[in-house]
């Protein structure tokens, strides 16, 4: 069965230092892995996607995910934090060969002046 | 591309009475649209997947008499909360899907429906 776990459900950094938002996955295949960001009372936003090619991927905002077999994780990155950044961050596993999505109970950031 | 509308952005309905949200794939034909529900700092909860010309596949617990979902074209998908109660407020929010070159799996997301029920 396919799993996602955010290890963290609120994340506070100081504006301009880095961000770290953790994500382990469960899959029996090789999975797509996706972040997304949701300002409050917003939509879903994509930041980036796995989809087995390069392991390191880079997305919008800054923001990059390493793809870890390994370590089964797919943990989201940004060198610099800016206070636009304070959201919901939802990393999320695609049922391999399915359209469907399994969502992780998300990441609330916060972003300190 | 692959922009995904929703109509209304908010409603307000008195209990009892049914509401219907529009969810558009804008510049796609949609083969498969989701409908997921969104309590307040909370994940997103799949409710159902509807395929254009079928009956909706609904998610366990959703009861499916309640939460009308219609996939009359690959472009429109139509979700109708009928005799709603204020346990019904909530967040939500639809997404489309088409199959992408290289056979990858990806969802655009609507920007959500705010549903209050007083």
């Known amino acids: 069965a396919q799993s996602v776990t955010q290890l963290d459900s609120h994340v506070s950094v100081s504006e301009g230092t880095p961000v770290l938002l953790r994500c382990n996955y469960s899959?029996?295949?090789?999975?797509?892995l996706f972040w997304y960001v949701q300002h409050p009372n917003k939509g879903l936003q994509l930041l980036l996607k796995y989809t087995s090619a390069a392991t390191l991927v880079k997305g919008i905002n800054g923001f990059e995910a390493e793809f870890k077999k390994s370590e089964t994780s797919f943990h989201l990155t940004k060198p610099s934090a800016h206070m636009s950044d304070a959201a919901e961050y939802f990393c999320?596993?695609?049922?391999?060969?399915?359209?469907?999505?399994?969502f992780g109970t998300g990441t609330r950031l916060k972003v300190l002046a | 591309g692959a922009v995904v509308s929703q109509h209304p952005s908010r409603v307000i309905c008195k209990s009892g009475t049914s509401v219907k949200i529009e969810c558009r794939s804008l510049d796609f034909q949609a083969t498969t649209m989701f409908w997921y529900r969104q309590f307040p700092k909370q994940s997103l909860m799949l409710m159902a997947t509807?395929?254009?010309?079928?009956?909706?596949?609904?998610e366990q617990g959703v009861e499916k008499d309640k939460f009308l979902i219609n996939h009359a074209s690959l472009t429109l998908s139509t979700l109708t909360v009928t005799s709603a109660h204020p346990e019904d407020s909530s967040f939500y929010i639809c997404?489309?899907?088409?199959?992408?070159?290289?056979?990858?799996?990806?969802?655009?997301f609507g920007p959500g429906t705010r549903l209050t029920v007083t």
């Open positions: 509807s395929n254009e010309g079928s009956k909706a596949t609904y």
């Open positions: 997404s489309a899907t088409y199959k992408e070159v290289g056979g990858q799996y990806e969802q655009y």
């Open positions: 999320v596993v695609s049922l391999s060969g399915t359209y469907k999505y399994i």
């Open positions: 899959s029996s295949y090789s999975p797509s």
